[in-house]
């Protein structure tokens, strides 16, 4: 009896051995079946992302083909006129300055619309060394009646040999005029307005204070967000520094605002120098 207890005992071990290999090699072909299942959801979502940002750049380019049309027509009419005005100044008088001024600042939309349009076609594209002296006084010029008009003083220091920065110059004025009217705003009964430029070993700063009306930190804190805008309804889109954002962000460039109600802000922005 003993003998067969001893039989009986070694065959159940033998059971649960071969029905322990059994469960482990059932555990083993789930746990590969289930990092498969997870592999293929993970493609599958890569895809579905991927696919939902193709859709949504096809939708991105042809509302900036429908624009660029639909901009381009008045924009080629409104150059025709001004150059037609501008045959009946001398050249080198302040007329015929100020009308090329108006030119060329048609001539930089016509470009940011292009570009624009390549960018939903190709992507980023790599950009040119640029002297940011040369293209802030440019904006200078073309800023001059407005700040003028509006009564605000405008005070210049920029920095001997500032270094050049990697820069697409349309997309950065673009930024300086932004920035421009956005202290504009901020005095509607006139002030002053400092823009300076400097560098170290390594950046490019630019820097835009001016002495309005200045805001709060809670306000401060949102005005990079998209449709954010403490303007009365009709006088802002709250774009503006949304999109100065993102062209810094394509350029690897930073932003940071210092702002105190009544005691104006400051805008500083720093670029990699080449």
Do not use: C, W, Y
């Not at 059971?15 to 990092?35: C, F, H, P």
């Not at 570009?115 to 992507?123: A, C, K, P, S, V």
């Not at 949102?222 to 062209?247: A, C, H, S, Y």
């Not at 690897?252 to 990699?272: D, N």
Request: no cysteine.
């Amino acid at each position: 009896m003993m003998r067969q207890i001893r039989e009986m005992t070694a065959e159940r071990t033998r059971q649960n051995e071969i029905l322990q290999e059994k469960v482990s090699a059932a555990t083993s072909e789930l746990t590969q079946k289930n990092e498969q299942l997870e592999n293929a959801n993970l493609e599958l979502f890569r895809a579905t992302r991927k696919m939902s940002g193709m859709e949504r750049r096809a939708a991105a380019g042809q509302t900036a083909a429908e624009f660029a049309h639909e901009v381009g027509t008045p924009l080629n009419l409104i150059s025709g006129h001004v150059q037609l005005l501008q045959t009946n100044f001398p050249k080198e008088s302040k007329d015929a300055t100020r009308l090329q001024t108006i030119i060329a600042q048609i001539e930089r939309i016509e470009q940011i619309v292009r570009e624009m349009l390549d960018r939903t076609r190709f992507g980023a594209s790599e950009h040119p060394p640029l002297n940011l002296n040369e293209l802030l006084q440019k904006t200078f010029d073309a800023v001059e009646p407005t700040l003028v008009e509006n009564r605000v003083e405008l005070k210049i220091d920029l920095a001997e040999n500032l270094p050049l920065v990697s820069g697409d110059a349309d997309r950065l004025q673009q930024v300086f005029l932004n920035l421009v009217n956005n202290a504009l705003d901020a005095m509607p009964a006139g002030g002053k307005l400092e823009i300076s430029t400097a560098f170290n070993a390594n950046e490019v700063a630019v820097e835009f204070i001016d002495n309005g009306a200045g805001m709060d930190t809670d306000t401060s804190g949102k005005i990079f967000q998209p449709l954010f805008t403490t303007k009365e309804r009709g006088r802002g889109t709250g774009l503006g520094l949304f999109v100065v954002n993102r062209i810094l962000h394509e350029h690897a460039a930073k932003i940071t605002v210092e702002s105190e109600p009544e005691k104006g802000t400051k805008f500083k922005l720093l670029f990699q120098r080449i």
